[in-house]
T-cell receptor, first 113, second 110 residues
Framework: DGGITQSPKYLFRKEGQNVTLSCEQNLNHDAMYWYRQDPGQGLRLIYYSQIVNDFQKGDIAEGYSVSREKKESFPLTVTSAQKNPTAFYLC????????????FGPGTRLTVT | EDKVVQSPLSLVVHEGDTVTLNCSYEVTNFRSLLWYKQEKKAPTFLFMLTSSGIEKKSGRLSSILDKKELFSILNITATQTGDSAVYLCAVSYNTDKLIFGTGTRLQVFP
């Protein structure tokens, strides 16, 4: 079964702790993305990566970090510097430069108290 | 500033009704417009539109793009409770990135 998996589904952390969200895809897609979704707002781009070992900041990268050591994997770390980390985080992938459609994983809901 | 605006924000209808969801955009270097359906978790891809005036259709859902007036509509005919979801519109302004609207929440009651 091809697809995008994110883990965990729900994550609870105390303020001041870093946390890493997992995103794996077996679609052989080149590009991968991380979005944040808050109530009443659209998806906002955090980071994206077009190829292994390369990534770019999106619109709201402050307080987040990523790595792309393997084509299949694009983990997101939410650091203690992120002021409002509680949100729904979605990972997506896109096949290649000629395709615009992005396909999404099931998401991780992070709650920081 | 590039932006995508969806209306209405929320819509409540009864089964069997027909609904029209709107998406307008102001984006430089427009490439394509995409519609997604988000029920509880992952948005699922519905349509991609790149050319004006050509309707895309899938069952009871259809969509069309007007590149002169910079908007798209998503029509759902004979709505069912399973159509209840948030419908997201996104615009690609280069091959790498999408900009999303805030979505329209559709609730269909029996």
């Amino acid at each position: 079964d091809g697809g995008i998996t994110q883990s965990p589904k729900y994550l609870f952390r105390k303020e001041g702790q870093n946390v890493t969200l997992s995103c794996e895809q077996n679609l052989n897609h080149d590009a991968m993305y991380w979005y944040r979704q808050d109530p009443g707002q659209g998806l906002r781009l955090i980071y994206y990566s077009q190829i292994v070992n390369d990534f770019q900041k999106g619109d709201i990268a402050e307080g987040y970090s990523v790595s792309r050591e393997k084509k299949e994997s694009f983990p997101l770390t939410v650091t203690s510097a992120q002021k409002n980390p509680t949100a729904f985080y979605l990972c997506a992938s896109r096949e290649s430069p000629n395709y615009y459609e992005q396909y999404f994983g099931p998401g991780t809901r992070l709650t920081v108290t | 500033e590039d932006k995508v605006v969806q209306s209405p924000l929320s819509l409540v209808v009864h089964e069997g009704d027909t609904v029209t969801l709107n998406c307008s955009y102001e984006v430089t270097n427009f490439r394509s417009l995409l519609w997604y359906k988000q029920e509880k978790k992952a948005p699922t891809f519905l349509f991609m539109l790149t050319s004006s005036g050509i309707e895309k259709k899938s069952g009871r859902l259809s969509s069309i793009l007007d590149k002169k007036e910079l908007f798209s509509i998503l029509n759902i005919t004979a709505t069912q409770t399973g159509d209840s979801a948030v419908y997201l519109c996104a615009v690609s302004y280069n091959t790498d990135k999408l900009i999303f609207g805030t979505g329209t929440r559709l609730q269909v009651f029996p």
